[in-house]
């Protein structure tokens, strides 16, 4: 069987849910402004071991967090993402590849570092990177199902060098992602999503010999995000999906952001 892309036409409701679980998911939003209170200790405790409780391969327990509670290494993390919010957030996380923890076990154990060549691989890292993805996702969407607001960091990763100079990260560490958590003060509106069928697909992916332009067919998701106003920059409609898109595949990464070198003055396969 061929498959082909396919646009559904029939609108998924939005306005009812099945249980509260996913009313928290399917109204998740970023939030960039937070109110100053501080998060209390025993929610910050739940945080935690909700992100613990996430799936870890292999049993490995392959990543870390950094709780930043000194506010000029907040700022600091705020110069590199060049966003002020995050030195604002009262509850600030960077989450970590940490294979740096089973080394010393392993070493406890009697394995010498020049034996213990797995933790190195790059099998290795993608795992660790996983877990630390999945434990991030746990703690946002716990943080989330008791109202408190979030916004996931890929800014941090502007400067990775001088991330791990800041955070002092050892051989067999690699910062993954920042979460910043707080009672929101602001309550923008949920960002368009793509229709299921642009994502979703039964036993293969589609062909593209239907002959089938995505571009044209997105055209009412790119008017649902044109439509959609960025509470960064709230006089401004977002551009159109499929321009952003057109946009970045011709828009290389800035430098900082190829790490393979540094990969390698942490210790890991490239």
Do not use: C
């Not at 691989?121 to 199902?145: G, P």
């Not at 920042?178 to 642009?198: E, V």
């Not at 057109?246 to 800035?254: G, I, S």
């Amino acid at each position: 069987m061929i498959l082909s892309w396919k646009v559904a036409i029939v609108p998924e409701n939005q306005q009812s849910y099945p249980n509260s679980t996913i009313k928290t998911l399917m109204t998740r939003r970023s939030i960039r402004r937070f109110s100053p209170e501080p998060i209390e200790d025993d929610t910050i405790v739940w945080l935690e071991r909700a992100a613990q409780q996430a799936p870890t391969s292999r049993y490995n327990f392959g990543w870390s967090a950094i709780r930043i509670t000194d506010p000029d290494l907040a700022q600091k993390l705020a110069d590199i993402g060049k966003q002020k919010y995050i030195a604002q957030a009262p509850l600030l996380y960077v989450f970590l590849v940490d294979l740096h923890r089973n080394s010393r076990i392993s070493q406890g154990k009697g394995v010498s570092p020049a034996e213990a060549t797995a933790f190195h691989e790059q099998y290795s890292y993608n795992e660790s990177h996983n877990d630390a993805v999945l434990a991030l996702h746990a703690m946002e969407t716990a943080a989330e199902s008791l109202g408190l607001g979030t916004v996931v960091l890929g800014s941090l990763l502007n400067d990775m060098p001088r991330l791990v100079e800041l955070l002092h990260l050892p051989e067999l560490t690699f910062p993954v992602l920042g979460l910043a958590i707080g009672k929101p003060a602001q309550q923008p509106a949920l960002k368009p999503r793509m229709d299921r069928s642009f994502q979703f697909f039964d036993n293969a992916y589609p062909e593209d010999g239907d002959n089938t332009n995505l571009a044209e067919a997105l055209t009412d998701f790119d008017e649902k995000v044109h439509q959609y106003y960025d509470l960064r920059n709230a006089k401004k409609p977002v551009d159109r999906f499929t321009d952003q898109v057109a946009q970045k595949a011709t828009d290389p990464l800035p430098a900082q952001r190829r790490f393979s070198t540094l990969m390698r003055q942490q210790g890991f396969t490239a």
